[in-house]
């Protein structure tokens, strides 16, 4: 039994017998990851997300975050140190340094309030650098920026700009240390060299740790001469205090750095968003001035069909 579909493919050969067959052409086959409907695939997806990355948020957030840690962590082990030898060898007595350990003590606590602090503001500056980044890329789009945006920006600006100052002063703070520990070890090295070179005795060389301010001029002993301060600069507490007081204080300056970083950041950001805005803005009137326009239009086409 020959059905109708198959009747009427008949009819189209025996009518068209003559013409040309039908050819069929190469698709080429399509390449990289877009699927035949357009969508885009993964690789297309990744390079637009990496396109919305603030890089420069980035790395000053890394550097702000190392600069922290090194200051932080480096600083607490070197502080506990310095007391160690203050006690041992320049302050036998409690009460002449409990106040300078009181200090000490004080400030490891506000050292951990600081890596609390910038980790959290570390985190919410790269965040309003992603949102910035954001409506940059989005800027002739559906994008709005708000007042409460651009003025939460701005606040950004002031204080990453106050925490920059208070920041040169840790970094000059942190050089004080630095100081005290490098005039201790160039004198142990002259002392080191007199005994080499025997023109005289090193027991007329010393270091009174009293005239830097940190401990009274009543305490015992105060001070180290000869081959007791060089013991002392060969202990390991002094060894390890010293570097890492350096170590601390690179981390200071790089956290101010990264805080210069951001604030050169902030301020294009803001500068940014102010321009989206005022583009919101005309594009808020031009659509108006649009719609104004079709109404009236309307409203002529009105007349006119009533007229007529």
Not at 137 to 157: D, N, P, Q, W, Y
Not at 199 to 204: F, N
Request: one cysteine or more.
């Amino acid at each position: 039994v020959i059905t109708r579909p198959e009747m009427e493919i008949g009819r189209y050969h025996w009518m068209y017998r003559s013409s040309r067959p039908h050819r069929y052409h190469h698709v080429p086959a399509l390449r990289g990851n877009v699927s035949p409907l357009g969508i885009q695939g993964c690789f297309e997806c990744c390079i637009k997300c990496l396109g919305g990355v603030p890089y420069a948020s980035l790395v000053a957030t890394i550097l702000c975050f190392s600069g922290v840690a090194l200051f932080c962590g480096c600083g607490h082990v070197a502080l506990t140190g310095t007391v160690s030898i203050l006690e041992q060898h320049f302050s036998t007595t409690a009460s002449d340094h409990a106040l300078l350990s009181e200090v000490i003590q004080l400030m490891q606590y506000v050292i951990y309030g600081i890596a609390s602090f910038f980790f959290l503001y570390g985190i919410i500056l790269l965040a309003e650098g992603f949102y910035t980044t954001s409506a940059v890329k989005e800027l002739h789009g559906e994008f709005k920026t708000t007042a409460c945006g651009r003025c939460i920006s701005g606040m950004f600006v002031f204080l990453t700009y106050v925490l920059g100052v208070a920041w040169l002063g840790v970094f000059g703070f942190s050089a004080v240390p630095v100081f005290m520990f490098y005039n201790i070890w160039s004198t142990c090295e002259v002392i080191k060299s007199l005994q080499t070179n025997m023109t005289i005795p090193g027991d007329q060389i010393c270091v009174d740790i009293r005239q830097y301010g940190i401990i009274p001029w009543n305490a015992v002993p105060g001070k180290a001469c000869g081959p007791i301060l060089e013991n002392i600069c060969n202990t390991n507490e002094f060894y390890m205090s010293y570097h890492l007081f350096i170590v601390a204080c690179a981390g200071a300056g790089a956290t101010v750095i990264a805080l210069i970083h951001f604030l050169m950041i902030l301020s294009s950001n803001w500068a940014y968003l102010k321009d989206a805005s005022k583009m919101q803005a005309y594009q808020d009137i031009k659509a108006k001035e649009e719609q104004e326009l079709q109404d009236i239009q309307s409203r002529s086409k009105e007349q006119l069909n009533s007229y007529t």
